[in-house]
């Protein structure tokens, strides 16, 4: 029988279509149809200025738009050659980190709701109104922020931001311990994720899977880690493993993360100085400030400059990674030295991670389908972008 | 970082070099980044020795993705992101191929994860891979006509 797990469900955190080939209760295969939430947004970006097109990778996965924005901002920098003040690559990692945070609390939220733990939903969200509480004081917008610019940030972190994010970092360890005191040794949530959707770390590897997934099964390759970007180098952080490499192994794994980014965001506080800049200083690339755009010709004549035309990078092509909450995001940017890009393409981790569920859900129960599809943690926009 | 690139990008075309001496068309060496470019008919083979080579070890394909050059030929031009997660290397392969036969050996047959990604190529730009299990539309609907990120597709209103 072939059952379809069509596109509007509870429980596939998102438009994901599944159709699922039963035999009795078991799976058979399960072939997922995508497509749902394409809107074109590589298309769209070559229609775009550089600078314009930040504002559409917020909208890919919208549980981590502050990592979209820098792994295509770090890309673009990467064509210009541009070098970034330390104190806004520390912004850049503290908001990043924050992000992922917020991202794994969105992820146990779901996944615990999906098993029937229904009242971590309601922690992992109240933990996370902090979070978009703290990213509306510094971008003005809770999700879509659109923060990390060409250059460095937006805007100046705001005054009083240290207490705001220190009140956080406090509160949150008790709240992390509350979770696990709920689930760890929880019968119903071992008997519902232990040996389910096994995979051996080979076939992962094979699969193109990175992230927590291949953690969970004893490889410890996790990109900030192994190729640095934005001032990574100079943070002390775990990468955690399990060897099981089921759900319950990336449950744990995905925990121990939330702990590992605390530990970041503390450090990044420290080295994050009151005054400095959170731009470079690259006329004709970054904007002028605005004060200075009304009193100096030369800055009048960039800032049109910038936001009519646009500015060009030389012809060649990029390929920049960073670790994102699901795995090895990157963004591959050729330009063909016009202020629009040629090429923009996404390699968004859950729609490679994605491609491992039917060997996941093979001779499994439907239940299980469910739990295999929330441990691979997809967010659809970055699946179809 | 640029040091980690270069030697290990020296290692990548030497020992393709030794394999096969025309495997390497040419290099690019830029930003820190290597592309290596090979003949289109020498991928599947390229792409087998980068895997199974001891010394080269790439394990993991992150990514593969294609750039239209409309109007000058040859059009596509596809680029492969290979990493080696023992040895902690990148390299790119770069390839290309005409307009008017857009087709490529899969690299499926070396690494399963390519499945989706040339699913996206083909649904996207209309290259053929042969060799593919699956070679089927996977963003856009199956009734679909026309390949939407070439060049020569409008990006808004009617085509």
Redo the contacts between chains.
């Keep these: 029988m072939v059952l379809n797990m069509g596109p509007q469900h509870p429980s596939t955190h998102g438009v994901l279509r599944v159709l699922l080939e039963l035999d009795g209760e078991n799976v058979v295969t399960a072939v997922p149809d995508?497509?749902y939430l394409?809107t074109?947004i590589?298309?769209?970006c070559?229609?775009k200025t550089y600078s314009q097109a930040i504002t559409l990778t917020d909208r890919m996965d919208y549980l981590n738009p502050l990592g979209n924005n820098l792994v295509y901002c770090l890309a673009v920098e990467?064509?210009l050659?541009l070098e970034i003040p330390k104190r806004a690559q520390y912004i850049r990692v503290m908001m990043v980190e924050l992000q992922r945070i917020s991202s794994h609390l969105v992820w146990l939220g779901t996944h615990a709701l999906d098993m029937g733990a229904m009242s971590v939903m309601l922690y992992c969200f109240r933990e996370r109104e902090e979070i978009l509480k703290i990213f509306e004081r510094f971008a003005g917008q809770r999700m879509m922020t659109s923060y990390i610019r060409i250059g460095g940030l937006s805007l100046d972190p705001p005054s009083g931001w240290r207490e705001l994010v220190k009140r956080f970092v406090d509160m949150m360890p008790p709240r992390i311990d509350e979770y696990e005191e709920l689930l760890t040794n929880n019968r119903i949530w071992h008997g519902r994720l232990k040996g389910v959707g096994y995979l051996p770390a080979e076939t992962l590897?094979?699969?193109?899977?990175?992230g927590p997934g291949l953690r969970a099964a004893g490889?410890a390759?996790d990109n900030r880690k192994?190729?640095?970007y934005s001032s990574y180098e100079e943070f002390e952080f775990n990468v955690p493993t399990r060897t099981e490499s089921d759900c319950f192994a990336r449950y744990l794994v995905r925990v121990q993360e939330m702990r590992e980014s605390l530990k970041i965001v503390r450090q990044a506080m420290d080295k994050i100085t009151d005054q400095g800049p959170i731009k470079s200083e690259a006329p004709g690339i970054v904007p002028p400030q605005r004060e200075k755009m009304k009193t100096e010709m030369e800055a009048l004549i960039y800032h049109f400059k910038i936001f009519t035309e646009g500015f060009s990078p030389p012809p060649?092509?990029?390929?920049v990674?960073v670790e994102s909450p699901r795995g090895?995001l990157?963004c591959?940017i050729?330009s063909d030295g016009s202020p629009k890009p040629?090429?923009v393409?996404f390699?968004g981790p859950s729609?490679?991670n994605?491609?491992a569920l039917p060997l996941m859900v093979k001779g499994q129960l439907i239940a299980d389908t469910v739990a295999c599809i929330g441990t691979i943690d997809i967010v659809l926009g970055e699946v179809?972008? | 970082m640029p040091q980690l690139a270069n030697a290990n990008a020296s290692v990548v075309i030497d020992r393709l070099r030794a394999w096969k001496s025309e495997s390497v068309a040419q290099v690019i060496e830029y930003r820190g980044e290597t592309t290596i470019v090979v003949p289109h008919k020498l991928l599947l083979a390229i792409a087998r020795q980068c895997k199974e080579d001891p010394e080269l070890n790439f394990d993991q394909l992150s990514d593969a993705t294609c750039v239209d050059r409309f109007p000058n030929e040859p059009r596509f031009e596809l680029n492969y992101q290979l990493l080696s997660i023992p040895r902690l290397a990148r390299i790119r392969l770069r390839t290309s191929v005409s307009g008017q036969q857009p087709v490529i050996d899969s690299l499926e047959p070396v690494w399963p994860g390519a499945n989706w990604m040339e699913r996206e190529i083909f649904d996207l730009f209309g290259i053929r891979f042969e060799g593919h299990s699956d070679l089927r539309r996977i963003l856009l609907p199956d009734e679909f006509e026309g390949a939407p990120l070439r060049r020569d597709f409008p990006v808004e209103g009617k085509r």
């Design positions: 995508l497509g394409h074109g590589e298309k769209s070559e229609d990467k064509l050659n590897i094979s699969m193109s899977t990175t490889v390759f192994a190729f640095p060649g092509e990029v390929y990674p090895e990157g591959f050729a040629l090429r393409h390699r729609f490679v994605l491609q179809d972008r």
